[in-house]
């Protein structure tokens, strides 16, 4: 097998070539016919997470097929669609657990952070944690929902049911959920770079009722904003764009530090959380809803040789949308 291998963070993934994996009991080998390029991917390579397992593969929106299975995995087949996400493995006994809250798991492993991902030509994967894709839509179309997709439905089911909700940072996340809070009959306001005309056009077209700078005002306090910009200068406008009661969720894995802010942004019973992770459930139920919803990503591809050059375009800003990855 070929990947993509970062063995130093700070410096550039290396086209490695790797003896070909067998699965463990429990696990599937998939052949991996497109990967997302994520955010988080760029806070690995960049060293902003701690305790990495190096070297490792990036990579943690994985579509791929089964091409070997290890033994006692039930309820797969050789040769089916699956993709593996974030969340890559829990200890099933912690606390969380047992609380059904596996997505703060006090032992987990994340694919593509402490386990080996996407950014290759296979990965192994612990078959508890693939989601079955079926046969509707393209590869590179659906890398993007088992994160960008998965991540940005628990943060909008954590934003609540308000219907004006703000979106800081219109990047892969944003452009799934946007049109998932469309469905829902909500009124989307996209928060960019302040001058980023060409985002906030592109916001407009996924069906945003008002898009504009991150400095900019709604034009309506909003019931809950979603921070996916890794910035946290944006928590304190957020927090002033949301109405009394309201939330602002920040989804990201990494952000810069939160400038001090008034307490008044805050007064008023308004909510400022994180999500982290995901649960299986999350992805269950994400990717039950996304055919009837008819979600369309919009993809840029690269060779996965080039995985470099679609870390650097993510950190420029210079696609909309999400990158994709293809061996
Ligand atoms: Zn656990
Ligand atoms: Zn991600």
Same mark, same amino acid.
């Given at each position: 097998m070929h990947a993509m291998v970062l063995k130093v963070p700070g410096t550039a993934l290396e086209w490695t070539d790797l003896a070909d994996r067998q699965p463990g009991p429990g696990e599937i080998r998939v052949k991996v016919a497109a990967c997302g390029v994520c955010r988080t991917d760029l806070h690995v390579v960049d060293g902003e997470l701690p305790d990495p397992q190096l070297p490792i593969i990036p990579g943690h929106e994985i579509v791929g097929r089964i091409d070997a299975m290890g033994a006692g995995v039930g309820g797969l087949q050789i040769g089916e669609r699956v993709g593996i996400p974030w969340?890559?493995?829990?200890? $099933?006994?912690c606390p969380y657990c047992v609380g059904h809250?596996?997505? +703060?798991?006090?032992s987990p492993a994340f694919t593509g952070y402490t386990r080996d991902g996407g950014f290759a030509t296979a990965t192994i994967a612990?078959?508890?944690?693939?989601?079955? +894709?079926?046969?509707?839509?393209g590869d590179v179309e659906l890398a993007p929902l088992l994160c960008a997709g998965l991540i940005g439905w628990r943060s909008l089911v954590s934003a609540g049911g308000g219907s004006n909700l703000g979106l800081y940072g219109f990047g892969a996340a944003a452009h799934i959920v946007a049109q998932v809070a469309k469905w829902q009959e909500r009124s989307v306001f996209a928060f960019t770079r302040p001058g980023d005309a060409a985002t906030q056009a592109f916001a407009r077209r996924l069906g945003a009722n008002w898009a504009g700078g991150s400095d900019e005002t709604p034009p309506f306090p909003l019931d809950a904003a979603i921070i996916f910009?890794?910035? $946290?200068?944006?928590v304190p406008l957020a927090l002033r764009a949301v109405r009394k009661g309201g939330r602002v969720v920040c989804a990201g894995i990494h952000m810069s530090d939160i400038p001090s802010f008034p307490y008044r942004l805050l007064w008023e019973e308004r909510q400022l959380v994180s999500v982290a992770n995901l649960t299986r459930q999350d992805g269950i139920d994400f990717l039950r809803l996304a055919p009837q919803i008819g979600i369309v990503t919009q993809t840029t591809r690269y060779p996965l040789e080039q995985a470099n050059r679609a870390l650097a375009d993510l950190r420029a800003g210079r696609f909309d949308g999400a990158a994709v990855l293809v061996p």
């Amino acid at each position: 097998m070929h990947a993509m291998v970062l063995k130093v963070p700070g410096t550039a993934l290396e086209w490695t070539d790797l003896a070909d994996r067998q699965p463990g009991p429990g696990e599937i080998r998939v052949k991996v016919a497109a990967c997302g390029v994520c955010r988080t991917d760029l806070h690995v390579v960049d060293g902003e997470l701690p305790d990495p397992q190096l070297p490792i593969i990036p990579g943690h929106e994985i579509v791929g097929r089964i091409d070997a299975m290890g033994a006692g995995v039930g309820g797969l087949q050789i040769g089916e669609r699956v993709g593996i996400p974030w969340l890559a493995h829990t200890c $099933g006994v912690c606390p969380y657990c047992v609380g059904h809250q596996e997505n +703060l798991c006090d032992s987990p492993a994340f694919t593509g952070y402490t386990r080996d991902g996407g950014f290759a030509t296979a990965t192994i994967a612990d078959a508890r944690f693939a989601f079955p +894709l079926g046969e509707v839509g393209g590869d590179v179309e659906l890398a993007p929902l088992l994160c960008a997709g998965l991540i940005g439905w628990r943060s909008l089911v954590s934003a609540g049911g308000g219907s004006n909700l703000g979106l800081y940072g219109f990047g892969a996340a944003a452009h799934i959920v946007a049109q998932v809070a469309k469905w829902q009959e909500r009124s989307v306001f996209a928060f960019t770079r302040p001058g980023d005309a060409a985002t906030q056009a592109f916001a407009r077209r996924l069906g945003a009722n008002w898009a504009g700078g991150s400095d900019e005002t709604p034009p309506f306090p909003l019931d809950a904003a979603i921070i996916f910009a890794a910035v $946290g200068d944006l928590v304190p406008l957020a927090l002033r764009a949301v109405r009394k009661g309201g939330r602002v969720v920040c989804a990201g894995i990494h952000m810069s530090d939160i400038p001090s802010f008034p307490y008044r942004l805050l007064w008023e019973e308004r909510q400022l959380v994180s999500v982290a992770n995901l649960t299986r459930q999350d992805g269950i139920d994400f990717l039950r809803l996304a055919p009837q919803i008819g979600i369309v990503t919009q993809t840029t591809r690269y060779p996965l040789e080039q995985a470099n050059r679609a870390l650097a375009d993510l950190r420029a800003g210079r696609f909309d949308g999400a990158a994709v990855l293809v061996p």
